[in-house]
T-cell receptor
Framework: KQEVTQIPAALSVPEGENLVLNCSFT??????LQWFRQDPGKGLTSLLL?????REQTSGRLNASLDKSSGRSTLYIAASQPGDSATYLC?????????????FGKGTLLTMNP | DTGVSQNPRHKITKRGQNVTFRCDPI?????LYWYRQTLGQGPEFLTY????????KSRLLSDRFSAERPKGSFSTLEIQRTEQGDSAMYLC????????????FGQGTRLTVV
């Protein structure tokens, strides 16, 4: 059974800092990994999708890397801003019989300090 | 708005009542998913449809839960005889039915059972 872990569970940083969120998964047989953002009481906004054959994806200030063999991904946020405060969720899509669903971690709650 | 749409956004119901949620996916997406998210947790898979066919149901989906997707367009999720443990955010997602495509989520329906 695939398990996804996100560390840290919560992070508080001053504005302007670069930061790294971590995600690990137990079964390396995945099709892709997706990072989402969730604001309080809201749905999920897709940030980046990395295919299993890719090493990284970039979108603006966000860069996500994937090391499939070791079961790890990182989300790098450059020059953090107040609007970055949210919960960041990592999810993997498994291969084989579970290639239709995403398995999520519990998320990292990011709080920006002015 | 061409994103995934969910209604209602919030629902408060008394224990024992039936509730129904609706999800309108992105129009060209043939796959539709339901997830449930409780406080402090990541979303958990409930069920998914490819067009009008319901292809998989999680063990989380008890006999009180039923989902439909008539004509392969919108979907409904009904919970009968609601219990306090059903209180959660119910999220709908959709994508094009190939393995490596990005999943898009709606804003969710927050259910509170009192």
């Amino acid at each position: 059974k695939q398990e996804v872990t996100q560390i840290p569970a919560a992070l508080s940083v001053p504005e302007g800092e670069n930061l790294v969120l971590n995600c690990s998964f137990t079964d390396s047989a995945i099709y892709n990994l997706q990072w989402f953002r969730q604001d309080p009481g809201k749905g999920l906004t897709s940030l980046l999708l990395i295919q299993s054959s890719q090493r990284e994806q970039t979108s603006g200030r966000l860069n996500a890397s994937l090391d499939k063999s070791s079961g790890r991904s990182t989300l790098y946020i450059a020059a953090s801003q107040p609007g970055d405060s949210a919960t960041y969720l990592c999810a993997v899509k498994g291969s084989g019989g579970s290639n239709y669903k995403l398995t999520f971690g519990k998320g990292t709650l990011l709080t920006m300090n002015p | 708005d061409t994103g995934v749409s969910q209604n209602p956004r919030h629902k408060i119901t008394k224990r024992g009542q039936n509730v129904t949620f609706r999800c309108d996916p992105i129009s060209e997406h043939n796959r539709l998913y339901w997830y449930r998210q409780t406080l402090g947790q990541g979303p958990e898979f409930l069920t998914y449809f490819q067009n009008e066919a319901q292809l998989e149901k999680s063990r989380l989906l008890s006999d009180r839960f039923s989902a439909e997707r008539p004509k392969g367009s919108f979907s409904t999720l009904e919970i009968q005889r609601t219990e306090q443990g059903d209180s959660a955010m119910y999220l709908c997602a959709s994508n094009v039915g190939t393995l490596n495509t990005e999943a898009f989520f709606g804003q969710g329906t927050r259910l509170t059972v009192v």
